[in-house]
């Protein structure tokens, strides 16, 4: 998938504005840029973190690529080594904020007698 890319559109679900994507994977580093505020701000929007994920739910343009390219793009890169990452601290975070929650109750139950 080396020196491969594609662009799409995507909109945005709070404003229904379009934006452009462009995803391509050089040398095996892959880009992704989006034109929303967000990521011209310099922040990790959503809208690529979504179609990384291989959610095609906001892609509006005719021809968008499909999950399998997208998944393929990212095989073996960095970004997909951080988004995996990611993914495994929001999942200890549920369990720490799920730990934390039956700890309060404990503690509500354990004071009441
Ligand atoms: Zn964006």
């Known amino acids: 998938m080396d ?3 594609f662009q799409c559109q995507v909109v945005s679900r709070t404003t229904g504005e379009l934006y452009e994507i462009h ?3 050089k040398d095996g580093r892959l880009t992704c840029r989006c034109t929303c505020p967000a990521a ?3 922040r990790l929007c959503k809208h690529r973190l979504s179609l990384l994920d291989g959610d095609l739910s906001d892609v509006r ?3 968008s690529p ?3 390219t997208i998944l393929d793009l990212l095989r073996g890169t960095e970004v997909e080594a951080l988004i995996g990452e990611l993914r495994e601290m929001e999942s200890r975070k549920a ?3 799920a730990a934390i929650r ?3 109750d404990r503690l509500g139950r ?3 007698g």
Do not use: F, T
Request: proline share 4%.
């Open 40 to 42: 011209r701000n310099g």
């Open 110 to 112: 354990q004071l009441d």
């Open 102 to 104: 039956g700890l309060k």
């Open 3 to 5: 020196g491969q890319g």
């Open 23 to 25: 995803l391509s994977r």
């Open 61 to 63: 343009s005719p021809g």
């Open 95 to 97: 369990a720490i904020e």
């Open 66 to 68: 499909d999950r399998e």
